[in-house]
């Protein structure tokens, strides 16, 4: 089977709801909402609903990982 034939790709969410991006970084409820209030990560409201950029976890995340390789600080 080749992979043409394998359909497309599976897609990736543009947001996540709090609770989800919780489980995707393994931060806290409550660190999530302060790195928000910092301007560290992107999301928007809908209605009642937060949603978390998917790409601003991405970035986020990376960002630490380039800090710690330089011999940055640990802290999150």
Do not use: C, H, N, W
């Not at 209030?37 to 928007?44: H, K, L, M, R, S």
């Amino acid at each position: 089977m080749s992979a043409s034939s394998a359909g497309p790709p599976p897609l990736e969410p543009i947001s996540v709801r709090i609770r989800e991006a919780v489980r995707l970084t393994g931060l806290s409820r409550s660190r999530i909402y302060e790195l928000m209030a910092a301007g560290d990560i992107e999301f928007v409201k809908v209605g009642s609903s937060t949603l978390i950029l998917v790409v601003s976890l991405r970035t986020f995340i990376d960002g630490k990982r380039r800090q710690s390789k330089r011999g940055g600080q640990l802290r999150v």
